[in-house]
Structure formats: structure tokens, C-alpha cells
């Protein structure tokens, strides 16, 4: 019950938001006042589930993509420690819907083989759902209303600063 009422509060904080600082008239398209998203991580070398990164191997010069809505928003190269970092551009208020009700995922899309030839055998496609940096998805002692305020200060500071931090959950071998 939480999720609903969750996404509700940040529906209405969003549109709020966005309406006090976008631009008006002709030049405001469908973007949110230049705010850019973007996403950072770090591919594991691995198959599984909830693969905790920092227990295995990284997977360097993996290509990554982010998908939203089943839509290609971005895409990179993880470097030679297996980092990367998305830059999705600047968000309008779709895509802003769309990560807050959890539609959008990075996927590997380099084969696992080329990290470790022992996984060329292995049948799927790393992906991680993705959050904004700063949410927990939980609410602890106030039932959700603290995930829900840590989440509304993620966004105003990205409206505010121009950029949403956003990060990969848990990758796993789907």
C-alpha cells in the first residue's frame, strides 16, 4: 500500500516542482528546466542474482544501456575497472515518471564471455534495476514517509543543482 501513496506524493510533489521551474510558453517543450540524469555504476563479472559487486570480478569495457519503458534512453563503456557512467541527457517529465515508477533498467549488453571465457556458456543478459541515488525504497520507522521525504530532497537537489543522480540496484542474470 505503501507504493501507491508513494507514488502518488512524488506525482504531485513532481508536477509542483516542475511547474514552478520550467521554462513557459513556446521554449518549454517537454523538458525539466535542463536537469540532466545520470547513471553510474559498476558491471560485475558474474551470473546470479542480487550480485553483490564488491565480491567479484569487474567486468571491463562492457557496453551498458538503459532502457526505460522498454526504450533505449543511453548507453556507455565501462572503463577498465568495470565503472560507467550514463549520461541520459537532460529528462523531461516522462522520463522522470518512468524512473520513479521503477520502469527503466540497465542491461549488459557486451556477452559474459568476454570478461571470463569459463561464462560463454551461459545463457542471459545481466541486468539491474535502477534507483536514484539516496533512495533506500524503504521508510523505516515512519512507515515509508521517510523514504518518500529522502526521495522528494533527491529530486528538488537535482531540479535545483541540474543533475539527478541515478544508480543500479542489485545486477542479476535474467
Do not use: K
Not at 43 to 48: A, I, Y
Not at 130 to 137: C, F, K, N, T
Request: aromatic share 2%; net charge neutral; proline share 5%.
Amino acid at each position: 500500500m505503501a507504493t501507491p501513496i508513494r507514488n502518488l506524493l512524488l506525482a504531485v510533489f513532481l508536477a509542483v516542482a516542475v511547474s514552478g521551474i520550467a521554462p513557459h510558453g513556446a521554449e518549454a517543450g517537454n523538458a525539466v528546466s535542463n536537469v540532466m540524469g545520470l547513471v553510474t555504476g559498476i558491471v560485475p563479472c558474474s551470473t546470479g542474482s542480487s550480485i553483490n559487486v564488491a565480491s567479484v570480478p569487474a567486468f571491463p569495457n562492457a557496453g551498458v544501456q538503459m532502457l526505460c519503458a522498454g526504450r533505449v534512453v543511453g548507453g556507455a563503456t565501462a572503463d577498465g575497472s568495470g565503472a560507467f557512467t550514463i549520461n541520459m541527457g537532460t529528462l523531461n517529465a516522462t522520463m522522470l515518471v518512468s524512473l520513479l515508477g521503477n520502469q527503466c533498467r540497465v542491461v549488459v549488453t557486451t556477452p559474459l564471455a568476454a570478461c571470463d571465457v569459463s561464462l560463454a556458456g551461459v545463457a542471459g543478459v545481466l541486468t539491474a534495476p535502477v534507483q536514484l541515488l539516496g533512495d533506500s525504497g524503504g521508510g523505516g520507522a515512519l512507515g515509508g514517509l521517510g523514504g518518500i521525504i529522502g526521495l522528494i530532497v533527491q529530486i528538488l537537489g537535482g531540479l535545483l543543482g541540474n543533475i539527478i543522480n541515478i544508480i543500479p540496484s542489485s545486477f542479476s542474470l535474467v
